[in-house]
């Protein structure tokens, strides 16, 4: 069997595992929202919207 052929195999096999292991994290990880909706209620953080950047720092040192 060639060199040729062997390194071509090779980089092919990796691939393949490389492509499966991201495919398998893609299917098993939650999305961010499922991920939110499994923590305990003591943990979620309301999302809030400020009008003023000056209200996030004031919020933040409470």
């Known amino acids: 069997m060639s060199r040729g052929l062997t390194y071509n ?3 092919v096999t990796g691939g393949l595992f490389v492509g499966f292991g991201y495919a398998l994290i893609k299917y098993s ?3 961010e929202e499922e991920f939110y909706m ?3 209620p003591g943990f979620r953080k ?3 919207v400020y009008d003023d950047p000056r209200k996030v ?3 933040e040192k409470e």
């Open 57 to 59: 720092i004031l919020d």
């Open 9 to 11: 195999k090779v980089l």
């Open 46 to 48: 309301e999302e809030r």
């Open 29 to 31: 990880a939650p999305t």
């Open 38 to 40: 499994k923590l305990p």
